[in-house]
């Protein structure tokens, strides 16, 4: 990248002859002199050849001024301190904004575009749309998506203070370290010429730079390891077959992204909502889930988790499979691997007689029958209204205690967990 190729020219002169040579600058551009000089880098030749000549011509008119101020001096024999700029009556020549924008000359009104540019402005707006442009990738430091254009290639050998991605401690065991250092695997460029080079985001870049640890790395205490992939593939609702303890409910709220389209393929994807979780009676679920058995009855699912769908007709209830979906071979596999790996799972042996008793690929019948459906469309409508308090709150009622809550009158049944919108 090239220095201050536009000095001695101000900002206020740089954006002066912008504006008469039809440049566009947007106000993240105009943010900083290094960025506007670094836009301005890309512009049409002619552009920048016209940008050179002008701050050439201003260099010649500064270094004449100068060489005036010195004769002057000598000749007169003033050895005075010289005086600061703006406070002395006769002001040295300037090189202005003014005389920028005359020296331009300026296009004719509503003049069309020669070929070349036409040619240029297609050429950027294919690029913008290119699956480079919108290209995704790892950052080898803290493992987040950032576009390719927002990241930079550096070589594993050149990452500045490198000593920040090295574990102080003895590493562990499933650390995967690339030269001593803990690095996402994917965000790794291995070429056999040029030799391994790294991902690394904007942010992460400028923390190592400037000798700081950056905040989102593995090494500050945000490696959690893969997640194997027997766990990764799971449910919500294998999920909770799996779990030891249920200090929450929840309740989710679907309903068509934009009107009932008919397609199941379409409505799957296009289903919204909200998830509400409820603190649970813990001991009554202790109680319940006495024993070392894994995993859990399908019908605990019913008393942890509720559905509610807001549309007209029937909910078919195979737009809910990809989501509410329970396979015993899935739940089984993951099991298997907790039970080996996790120590909070050593106790536990598996339940041949509840694995069994799981769908194979469905949503359970638990599940369907707690299913309550919301007709009035309309409460959409109340639920994207401002709040004004006092106005639109109302009351939940749960069991003999009462809350405030806005928009719905929730009623809940502890025992059963009915869920309803009044």
């Not at 930079?152 to 401690?169: A, Y």
């Not at 509720?306 to 099991?335: D, S």
């Not at 536990?348 to 469309?377: C, F, G, H, K």
Request: with cysteine; glycine share 6%; proline share 6%.
């Amino acid at each position: 990248m090239m220095g201050d190729w536009l000095s001695p020219l101000t900002v206020e002169e740089i954006k002066a002859i912008c504006l008469t040579l039809n440049i566009t600058l947007s106000n993240a551009v105009c943010k900083s002199r290094l960025k506007l000089v670094e836009f301005l880098e890309n512009v049409d030749s002619d552009k920048r050849a016209e940008l050179e000549g002008l701050r050439d011509q201003k260099k010649l008119t500064k270094r004449g001024s100068s060489k005036r101020k010195r004769a002057e001096a000598s000749t007169t024999g003033d050895t005075t301190k010289r005086a600061k700029p703006g406070t002395s009556d006769e002001q040295s020549p300037t090189f202005g904004t003014q005389e920028l924008v005359k020296a331009v000359p300026k296009p004719r009104f509503m003049q069309l575009p020669s070929a070349k540019e036409i040619h240029d402005r297609c050429v950027e707006f294919l690029d913008a749309l290119s699956p480079h442009a919108v290209a995704e990738v790892v950052c080898a430091s803290c493992t987040r998506l950032h576009w390719q254009s927002e990241s930079t290639i550096v070589s594993i050998d050149s990452i500045p203070h490198s000593n920040h991605l090295h574990p102080v401690w003895n590493p562990h065991p499933a650390h995967v370290l690339m030269d001593g250092m803990l690095l996402e695997t994917k965000g790794i460029q291995c070429n056999n010429t040029k030799g391994a080079s790294v991902h690394l985001c904007g942010e992460c870049l400028h923390h190592l730079s400037s000798n700081k640890l950056p905040p989102f790395t593995l090494l500050n205490k945000m490696w959690i390891g893969p997640v194997p992939e027997v766990l990764s593939q799971l449910t919500m609702l294998e999920q909770l077959l799996l779990t030891p303890v249920y200090p929450q409910c929840f309740v989710y709220k679907l309903h068509p992204k934009s009107g009932s389209t008919g397609d199941p393929t379409r409505e799957q994807s296009g289903l919204r909502g909200n998830v509400t979780s409820f603190l649970m009676n813990t001991d009554e679920v202790v109680e319940m889930l006495k024993g070392a058995k894994m995993p859990r009855p399908a019908s605990i699912l019913a008393s942890v988790l509720a559905i509610t769908y807001v549309g007209v007709g029937q909910l078919p209830i195979n737009w809910l499979k990809l989501m509410f979906c329970v396979r015993h071979r899935a739940v089984l596999e993951a099991l298997a691997w907790l039970i080996q790996n996790n120590k909070y799972f050593l106790g536990y042996v598996i339940d041949e007689e509840v694995v069994t008793s799981l769908p194979e690929d469905n949503v359970p019948v638990e599940i369907i029958a707690s299913i309550r459906q919301e007709t009035q469309m309309d409460i959409l409508e109340k639920e994207s209204d401002a709040c004004v308090p006092g106005s639109l709150m109302t009351e939940v009622v749960v069991g003999k205690d009462k809350m405030g809550m806005g928009f719905n009158k929730v009623r809940m049944d502890w025992n059963t967990f009915n869920y309803a919108t009044v």
